[in-house]
């Protein structure tokens, strides 16, 4: 082959099958490619998120039923009958004595405000003030801490690692008529399961004096 054919083809421009990308064109994939990986961020990854909100909404009914029927079960007030007698706190013994009911005279009056007590290491739950504050980690609790998630439920503690109930008791003479005019007739519990990163779930009971 002679010198100048070879020179010829040497100095040929490359083909455009074999040309790589310009800087135009790369500039604009990556655009492209940044607005597609924003999209799927604010599409996909959030229901990914939310996929897991059915099963934590079970595991806080599960709980905050649990607790709420623990509190129910126990006395309306500390000054009330353990016994389930039928006098209640803030009765009148001289009228309870005309219905041939015996009580103890004075009667003793119901708690004025429900506060949370003090409870010793040998001493469980007595009535529904005994309930109120925060039980969880100490750092996921908005108010008065009363101790670990164990300390409320046991064991089962275990089963709700990052949760944290929070529990409040008030005298309620709103919600239901009443013609004694006994404004410690019954008492409202409110009870919140917070999950963290899924919600908070409320849940709502009254406790009547009977």
Wanted: hydrophobic fraction near 40%.
């Amino acid at each position: 082959m002679p010198v100048a054919e070879k020179l010829h083809r040497a100095s040929n421009p490359i083909s455009r099958h074999q040309r790589g990308y310009t800087l135009v064109e790369l500039v604009i994939g990556i655009v492209v490619f940044g607005v597609a990986m924003v999209l799927i961020s604010t599409t996909l990854f959030p229901m990914f998120a939310k996929s897991a909100n059915p099963h934590f909404e079970a595991r806080a009914a599960a709980l905050g039923q649990a607790v709420m029927n623990q509190v129910l079960a126990r006395q309306f007030d500390r000054n009330s009958d353990p016994n389930g007698s039928r006098w209640r706190c803030d009765e009148d013994a001289g009228a309870l004595l005309a219905q041939g009911i015996i009580s103890p005279n004075p009667v003793p009056v119901c708690t004025p405000i429900p506060i949370p007590t003090s409870l010793s290491a040998n001493e469980g739950f007595i009535a529904t003030e005994d309930y109120i504050g925060c039980w969880g980690d100490l750092g996921s609790c908005p108010r008065t801490h009363r101790g670990a998630l164990d300390k409320l439920i046991g064991g089962a503690a275990d089963d709700y690692r990052g949760f944290t109930v929070d529990i409040n008791v008030v005298y309620d003479n709103s919600t239901f008529d009443d013609s004694t005019n006994n404004s410690k007739l019954y008492k409202r519990i409110d009870l919140y399961v917070d999950t963290g990163n899924f919600g908070r779930y409320d849940f709502t009971a009254y406790r009547s004096n009977f």
